[in-house]
C-alpha cells in the first residue's frame, strides 16, 4: 500500500473520529495495551476482551484474542497469531499482565507481564516478557504550553522475545470522542512474519456501539492494521 494512499485512509478514520466516542481497547496481541506494547491498564475486574486484528505485512497476519480481568490488577488472555506461513500457522500466544505498583502524583506505575509465554510467535523462540513504567503526563505538558490540554499518558518499557530491547508509547485522548496512539519499539521480532528495528507505528481508535471499538494503525508507518473489539462486564 503506498504512502499516499495511507496519509487518506487515516484522514478518513479521523474525519469518522468526531461523530464517535473514543475508548482504550487491548493491543494487537490481546492483551490491553498501545497497538503492539503494553501499558499499566487491566481490562477491568470481571470483565473480558475478545478481539479480532489483522495486519497487512508481505502476507496477511491474522490475530483474535480474548482476555479476562482477574483482579483489579491482574488479567490473563490467550491469542491466536496466523500470518500465512506454514511454520506460523495458528500458533497460540499465552499472556497474562500484572500491575506491580499503581501510578501515584510523584511516582510512575509499574507493570510486569507477559505476551508470548512461550515464545512461539518470537524470532529467537524466547518468551516475550516485559517491565513497562507509565505516567500521567498532562500535568507537566499543560504547564509547559501555558493551557489546559487533553489528558496524554506515556509509557517506558522494555522487553525480551518480541520486543528484544526498550520501548515507549503515547496515548493521547485528543478530543472526548476520540484518542490517538504512538508507539516506538527498538525492534519488532516476529518469526517469518516480520523483523525490524527502529518501529514507529501510530493508530486512531474509536468507538463503534457501546462495548464494541476499532482501530486503525500504521505499522511502521507504511502497513495497514486494524481491528475489532468488544469489551463486556460479567458483574
Known amino acids: 500500500m503506498t504512502k499516499s494512499i495511507l496519509v487518506f485512509v487515516l484522514v478518513a478514520a479521523t474525519v469518522v473520529l ?38 497487512d505485512f508481505t502476507n496477511k497476519t491474522t490475530l483474535i484474542g480474548g482476555t479476562v480481568g482477574l483482579t483489579p490488577d491482574l488479567e490473563i ?33 509499574v507493570t510486569f507481564g507477559v505476551v508470548d509465554a512461550t515464545g512461539q510467535v518470537s524470532q529467537d523462540g524466547d518468551a516475550s516478557a516485559y517491565l513497562v513504567v507509565g505516567k500521567n503526563l498532562t500535568p507537566a505538558v499543560t504547564n509547559l504550553a501555558g493551557e489546559p490540554i487533553a489528558p496524554l499518558r506515556g509509557y517506558l518499557g522494555i522487553g525480551t ?44 481508535r474509536f468507538r463503534l456501539y457501546e462495548d464494541l471499538h476499532a482501530d486503525i494503525a500504521a505499522i511502521d508507518m507504511k502497513d495497514i492494521g486494524y481491528g475489532l473489539t468488544y469489551t463486556h462486564s460479567l458483574k
Do not use: C
Not at 85 to 99: E, P, S, T
Not at 179 to 196: A, F, G, H, I
Open 18 to 55: 468526531l461523530s464517535v466516542a473514543a475508548f482504550a481497547t487491548p493491543s494487537f496481541f490481546g492483551p490491553t495495551g498501545g497497538i503492539f506494547t503494553p501499558d499499566d491498564k487491566i481490562v477491568g475486574v470481571d470483565a473480558v476482551s475478545v478481539n479480532f486484528h489483522q495486519v
Open 77 to 109: 488472555g490467550i491469542s491466536r497469531f496466523d500470518s500465512g506461513h506454514d511454520g506460523i500457522r495458528g500458533k497460540a500466544m499465552f499472556n497474562g499482565k500484572y500491575v506491580l505498583m499503581e501510578e501515584k502524583p510523584t511516582m510512575p506505575s
Open 161 to 204: 522475545g518480541i520486543y528484544r530491547g526498550p520501548f515507549m508509547s503515547f496515548d493521547w485522548a485528543f478530543s472526548p470522542k476520540a484518542d490517538v496512539v504512538l508507539e516506538y519499539l527498538n525492534k519488532l521480532q516476529l518469526k517469518d512474519t516480520y523483523s525490524s528495528n527502529n518501529v514507529l507505528n501510530a493508530a486512531l
